[in-house]
């Protein structure tokens, strides 16, 4: 699978399977929360796919490997991989299935999930420390009553999880002071999502939530944490234009941050609420190229990554790895 194979599919992201033999593990984390998916690799490259009946893409078995089919033809030949938790090789759980707050691209506010106790947190990445695969863990989170009491529940996980002697990275809304409490926690890396670089669309798709809040919170952990070790999400496809992406990485990336460019995922249970274009191919990979001349140009390298996005790159092209 080269580069550009890898942008269609992402373009599309999603399979029908060939059958019952194939099946799609469940998502708890982020927009597509409550869905199914499946983990495609071929080559070096790996990317991950929603499960969706009336996907232009089918996957079908070859007895040995799998193939991806669009329009009769075989756009890619590979496997499957198993992921351990979420996403091969890490422990990637969601703590607070559920959120206050309620950006209208996210599935999350409508499912109202479960949550999950730090003993269940500490039992899930025991077992899967059993398998021999794991090698890091990333946590990501709802805000289940305020970000203040959300970020103290994960900071308490993250100092018990420090015994497995593997990175731990952290997801969550932050807030003044969030950095200190999870570096004081033994986190490794941060990951604080702008989602919408358009602070004109960003107020309407993520009501309640500070723009500001989060560009001072990503600055402030470059400090704290050190380069290499910050990321934000941008969802691409909520309307943003692609001149204000270009001027948002160019700030992120001067900041120290690295930004992970996620293509929008038209969640069901926010159908119509807010403009959701799955970007083309083309799309994502010029924005791919120019985040990572940004990169580059900022002594940046998300190949360094020790959790999260930038190891796992199953949704995303992703500069340090793919390109």
């Given at each position: 699978?080269?580069?550009?194979?890898?942008?269609?599919?992402?373009?599309?992201?999603?399979?029908?399977?060939?059958?019952?033999?194939?099946?799609?593990?469940?998502?708890?984390?982020?927009?597509?929360?409550?869905g199914q998916s499946i983990f495609f690799q071929s080559g070096s490259r790996l990317v991950r796919l929603s499960v969706?009946?009336?996907?232009?893409?089918?996957?079908?078995?070859?007895?040995?490997?799998?193939?991806?089919?669009?329009?009769?033809?075989?756009?890619?030949?590979?496997?499957?991989?198993?992921?351990?938790?979420?996403?091969?090789?890490?422990?990637?759980?969601?703590v607070s299935e559920r959120c206050i707050f309620d950006c209208k691209f996210c599935a999350v506010p409508k499912l109202m999930g479960g949550i999950k106790t730090g003993?269940?947190?500490?039992?899930?990445?025991?077992?899967?420390?059993?398998?021999?695969?794991?090698?890091?863990?990333?946590?990501?989170?709802?805000?289940?009553?305020?970000?203040?009491?959300?970020?103290?529940?994960?900071?308490?996980?993250?100092?018990?999880?420090?015994?497995?002697?593997?990175?731990?990275?952290?997801?969550?809304?932050?807030?003044?002071?969030?950095?200190?409490?999870?570096?004081?926690?033994?986190?490794?890396?941060?990951?604080?999502?702008?989602?919408?670089?358009?602070?004109?669309?960003?107020?309407?798709?993520?009501?309640?939530?500070?723009?500001?809040?989060?560009?001072?919170?990503?600055?402030?952990?470059?400090?704290?944490?050190?380069?290499?070790?910050?990321?934000?999400?941008?969802?691409?496809?909520?309307?943003?234009?692609?001149?204000?992406?270009?001027?948002?990485?160019?700030?992120?990336?001067?900041?120290?941050?690295?930004?992970?460019?996620?293509?929008?995922?038209?969640?069901?249970?926010?159908?119509?609420?807010?403009?959701?274009?799955?970007?083309?191919?083309?799309?994502?990979?010029?924005?791919?190229?120019?985040?990572?001349?940004?990169?580059?140009?900022?002594?940046?390298?998300?190949?360094?990554?020790?959790?999260?996005?930038?190891?796992?790159?199953?949704?995303?092209?992703?500069?340090?790895?793919?390109?």
């Amino acid at each position: 699978m080269d580069l550009e194979t890898k942008a269609l599919l992402l373009s599309v992201g999603s399979v029908q399977l060939a059958g019952p033999q194939e099946e799609g593990r469940p998502s708890t984390a982020g927009p597509s929360a409550g869905g199914q998916s499946i983990f495609f690799q071929s080559g070096s490259r790996l990317v991950r796919l929603s499960v969706v009946e009336s996907s232009p893409l089918h996957l079908i078995s070859l007895g040995q490997g799998v193939a991806l089919i669009k329009d009769a033809l075989e756009v890619a030949r590979g496997r499957l991989v198993k992921p351990l938790l979420h996403c091969p090789d890490q422990a990637y759980i969601t703590v607070s299935e559920r959120c206050i707050f309620d950006c209208k691209f996210c599935a999350v506010p409508k499912l109202m999930g479960g949550i999950k106790t730090g003993e269940t947190v500490l039992r899930m990445v025991e077992e899967a420390a059993q398998t021999g695969q794991l090698r890091a863990i990333s946590l990501t989170s709802g805000v289940e009553v305020s970000p203040q009491a959300e970020a103290r529940k994960v900071a308490g996980i993250v100092r018990d999880l420090k015994r497995f002697d593997v990175p731990v990275g952290v997801s969550i809304s932050p807030f003044p002071g969030v950095n200190q409490l999870l570096k004081d926690a033994g986190a490794d890396e941060v990951k604080y999502n702008l989602e919408c670089v358009d602070p004109e669309i960003f107020s309407r798709v993520c009501p309640g939530i500070s723009y500001q809040e989060i560009m001072d919170a990503l600055e402030e952990a470059v400090g704290i944490f050190g380069r290499n070790r910050v990321f934000t999400n941008i969802i691409i496809g909520l309307g943003e234009s692609d001149d204000l992406l270009r001027r948002s990485i160019d700030e992120l990336t001067g900041m120290g941050v690295i930004p992970v460019l996620r293509a929008v995922f038209a969640h069901p249970l926010r159908q119509g609420e807010v403009q959701m274009d799955r970007p083309s191919a083309q799309r994502l990979l010029e924005l791919a190229r120019y985040l990572k001349k940004a990169l580059e140009k900022n002594g940046l390298d998300g190949g360094e990554a020790l959790t999260g996005c930038y190891r796992c790159t199953g949704c995303d092209l992703a500069p340090g790895v793919d390109l």
